[in-house]
């Protein structure tokens, strides 16, 4: 039986990080759920679509074709044959994404990919309704939270690694913020903490602490498979 670690959680709490190391420890694949969303909102903005018109997301989410591919431990997405980098990864991006991720055609979209992701083995899935509407019923559920500042902090850090920074550290948090009430409010599978969840505050834990609170929380078996840090 395929076995998948459902983590979910605002922008900036750590998923991403957290979830690629336990993915290389347990030797599951990562996938990040986000990247999904990001690539449909790129894909609307590069074809002209207003993203403020729900019907016209919709309409044009149809036509959007994504590959995936379990690539390095992770899965990997292509669009035409063509991987999206860092172009998904901009303030413009992000200032489209949650919008877009509101549309329920797009929401069905991308929970049907996620579950015929399981046809690669086992999978660490990182999102915001993994927990609640993807996976509702694995026994490995995580909500990664941390403070607004932290979150902030972590997500400025991340800008100017990838060279894409162009924000202070204040409009990064007011962007998080933004993101969160769009994302706790929309009508289908706002980002909450699942019932039976493991919820883990991130703002003072060490990036390790949280991968070795993760692991040890798993069902008994799931964490054969480690390996050595």
């Given at each position: 039986?395929?076995?998948?670690?459902?983590?979910?959680?605002?922008?900036?709490?750590?998923?991403?990080?957290v979830?690629?190391?336990?993915?290389?420890?347990?030797g599951?694949?990562?996938?990040?759920?986000g990247?999904l969303?990001?690539?449909?909102?790129?894909?609307?903005l590069?074809r002209?679509?207003?993203?403020?018109d729900?019907?016209?997301?919709?309409a044009?989410?149809g036509?959007?074709?994504?590959?995936?591919?379990?690539?390095?431990?992770a899965?990997?997405?292509?669009?035409?044959?063509e991987?999206p980098?860092n172009?998904?990864r901009t303030?413009e991006?992000?200032?489209?994404a949650?919008?877009v991720a509101?549309?329920k055609?797009?929401?069905?979209?991308?929970t049907?990919?996620?579950?015929g992701?399981?046809?690669?083995?086992d999978?660490?899935?990182e999102?915001?309704?993994?927990?609640t509407?993807?996976?509702?019923?694995s026994?490995a559920?995580?909500?990664?939270t941390?403070?607004?500042?932290?979150?902030?902090?972590?997500?400025?850090?991340?800008?100017?690694?990838k060279g894409?920074?162009?924000?202070?550290?204040?409009s990064?948090k007011?962007s998080?913020l933004?993101r969160?009430?769009?994302d706790?409010?929309?009508?289908y599978?706002?980002?909450?903490?699942?019932d039976?969840a493991?919820?883990?505050?991130s703002?003072?834990m060490?990036l390790e602490?949280?991968?070795e609170?993760?692991?040890a929380a798993?069902?008994?078996?799931?964490r054969a498979?480690?390996k050595?840090?």
């Open positions: 039986m395929v076995k998948v670690i459902a983590i979910d959680g605002p922008s900036g709490a750590g998923k991403s990080s979830s690629r190391i336990v993915g290389e420890r347990l599951f694949l990562h996938v990040d759920s990247a969303y990001r690539i449909m909102t790129w894909q609307c590069v002209g679509v207003d993203t403020d729900p019907s016209a997301v919709a044009e989410s036509k959007i074709d994504i590959e995936c591919r379990p690539e390095g431990g899965i990997a997405y292509y669009v035409g044959g991987a980098g172009r998904i303030p991006i992000n200032a489209h949650s919008k509101t549309v055609e797009v929401r069905d979209k991308v049907a990919l996620l579950r992701m399981t046809a690669h083995g999978l660490v899935i999102g915001r309704d993994i927990t509407a993807v996976f509702p019923d026994p559920r995580f909500y990664l941390a403070s607004a500042e932290a979150r902030a902090r972590r997500r400025q850090k991340e800008e100017v690694e894409i920074a162009n924000q202070s550290a204040e990064v007011a998080l933004a969160d009430a769009i706790s409010t929309r009508k599978a706002p980002l909450r903490k699942a039976g493991l919820e883990i505050d703002s003072d060490t602490q949280v991968v609170t993760v692991i798993l069902p008994e078996g799931w498979a480690q050595a840090k």
